[in-house]
């Protein structure tokens, strides 16, 4: 804890530093007496922070993130920054446009993964105290087959981001015609419309326990949902199966659907290989991701996964 203290604090005397540099016409001059003056008051906030036993900053630094205050946002988007950079995505800036001073600079400072994902972990407030479980596996995998055991189970509130994206294609508007031809390709729909359909959906439901099937299906869903959400999931159930079973079950399926037909199959395991499969492996590397064999019976197949459901019983 005190040494994440000590991070963000060295971070913000880099900050300063540089934002001095950079804006000070009279530059040596100006220079030395603002990081007199700055480095005074460190000085005096180290001694007083010291002076403080560890865990009253421990339960302070809690309470913080409890409460939303300014500063909680403020250590939260910091750390969701960095964790977007060490996947090697799109910069920070773009994706989290609320962010303030404590954001990590472009000198791309990044402290250790051990750290961050202690962060992660610590700094991501849950609201309403949400627990969203992300339902990953090919198409045809059986997500909502077991999904609907879940439900049944253990008092969640499913939610498939396919099915919400076929009613949106329903709507006849330009934004749901565009949604149709992306399914029919085999395509993922932008996170923008997904996320919102999603958040809309939660927001509309009592439940505080959601199984988003479907989602994230690639890395950028997965920033919008932080972005828009605010918080992670609680962890991934991920069904394995080859794309021979997927592909047997999909074209038994027959549920009328526009992307069950061998061609749109086939695209959808492109898809699924070159954007899902990395998310779930960026996953892995938070240790959130709970696999499941599912190439068994759905009886079997549902005995493994309500062993990730023990905590809710
Ligand atoms: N374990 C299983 N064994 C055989 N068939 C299955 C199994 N799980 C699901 N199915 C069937 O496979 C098809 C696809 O399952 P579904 O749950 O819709 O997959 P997904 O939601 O992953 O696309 C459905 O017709 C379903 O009844
Ligand atoms: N997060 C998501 C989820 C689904 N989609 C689109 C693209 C997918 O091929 C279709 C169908 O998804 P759905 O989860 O219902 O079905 P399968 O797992 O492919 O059987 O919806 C998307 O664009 N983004």
Same mark, same amino acid.
Request: charged share 25%.
């Given at each position: +804890? $005190?040494?994440?203290?000590? %991070?963000?604090?060295?971070?913000?005397?880099?900050?300063?530093?540089?934002?001095?540099?950079?804006?000070?016409?009279? $530059?040596?001059?100006?220079?030395?007496?603002?990081?007199?003056?700055?480095?005074?008051?460190?000085?005096?906030?180290?001694?007083?922070?010291?002076? =403080?036993?560890?865990? =009253?900053?421990?339960?302070?630094?809690?309470?913080?993130?409890?409460?939303?205050?300014?500063?909680?946002?403020?250590?939260?988007?910091?750390?969701?920054?960095?964790?977007?950079?060490?996947?090697?995505?799109?910069?920070?800036?773009?994706?989290?446009?609320?962010?303030?001073?404590?954001?990590?600079?472009?000198?791309?400072?990044?402290?250790?993964? /051990?750290?961050?994902?202690?962060?992660?972990?610590?700094?991501?407030?849950?609201? /309403?105290?949400?627990?969203?479980?992300?339902?990953?596996?090919?198409?045809?995998?059986?997500?909502?087959?077991?999904?609907?055991?879940?439900?049944?189970?253990?008092?969640?509130?499913?939610?498939?981001?396919?099915?919400?994206?076929?009613?949106?294609?329903?709507?006849?508007?330009?934004?749901?015609?565009?949604?149709?031809? +992306?399914?029919?390709?085999?395509?993922?729909?932008?996170?923008?419309?997904?996320? /919102?359909?999603?958040?809309?959906?939660?927001?509309?439901?009592?439940?505080?326990?959601?199984?988003?099937?479907?989602?994230? $299906?690639?890395?950028?869903?997965?920033?919008?949902?932080?972005?828009?959400?605010?918080?992670?999931?609680?962890?991934?159930?991920?069904?394995?199966?080859?794309?021979?079973?997927?592909?047997?079950?999909?074209?038994?399926?027959?549920?009328? $659907?526009?992307?069950?037909?061998?061609? =749109?199959?086939?695209?959808?395991?492109?898809?699924?290989?070159?954007?899902?499969?990395? %998310?779930?492996?960026?996953?892995?590397?938070?240790?959130?991701?709970?696999?499941?064999?599912?190439?068994?019976?759905?009886?079997?197949?549902?005995?493994?996964? /309500?062993?990730?459901?023990?905590?809710?019983?």
């Amino acid at each position: +804890m $005190r040494r994440s203290i000590f %991070v963000g604090f060295h971070r913000a005397a880099s900050k300063s530093l540089a934002h001095t540099t950079f804006t000070n016409t009279t $530059r040596d001059k100006s220079f030395t007496e603002n990081n007199a003056v700055f480095f005074s008051l460190c000085l005096r906030w180290f001694a007083s922070s010291s002076s =403080s036993s560890s865990s =009253s900053s421990v339960t302070q630094r809690e309470e913080g993130y409890n409460a939303s205050s300014g500063i909680a946002s403020k250590s939260s988007s910091s750390v969701v920054r960095c964790d977007l950079r060490r996947g090697g995505e799109k910069s920070a800036s773009s994706s989290y446009s609320h962010s303030t001073e404590t954001t990590p600079t472009s000198s791309g400072k990044i402290r250790s993964t /051990k750290i961050v994902d202690d962060d992660m972990t610590e700094q991501q407030p849950k609201k /309403k105290n949400n627990h969203v479980v992300f339902v990953l596996g090919g198409p045809g995998a059986g997500k909502g087959t077991q999904c609907a055991n879940i439900v049944r189970d253990y008092n969640f509130t499913h939610l498939s981001a396919g099915d919400l994206l076929r009613a949106h294609m329903k709507s006849g508007t330009e934004d749901g015609n565009m949604v149709a031809q +992306m399914i029919k390709d085999g395509k993922i729909v932008p996170s923008a419309v997904t996320v /919102k359909l999603l958040l809309n959906a939660m927001a509309d439901s009592k439940s505080n326990r959601f199984l988003i099937d479907g989602f994230p $299906r690639n890395k950028e869903n997965r920033d919008a949902w932080v972005s828009e959400a605010g918080y992670d999931c609680d962890f991934v159930l991920m069904y394995d199966c080859t794309e021979e079973v997927m592909l047997e079950r999909l074209l038994g399926r027959n549920e009328g $659907r526009t992307d069950d037909n061998v061609e =749109s199959i086939k695209k959808r395991f492109v898809t699924f290989r070159e954007s899902s499969v990395p %998310v779930v492996e960026f996953y892995e590397t938070l240790g959130k991701v709970r696999k499941v064999d599912a190439i068994a019976t759905p009886e079997e197949v549902y005995e493994k996964t /309500k062993e990730s459901f023990a905590q809710f019983e």
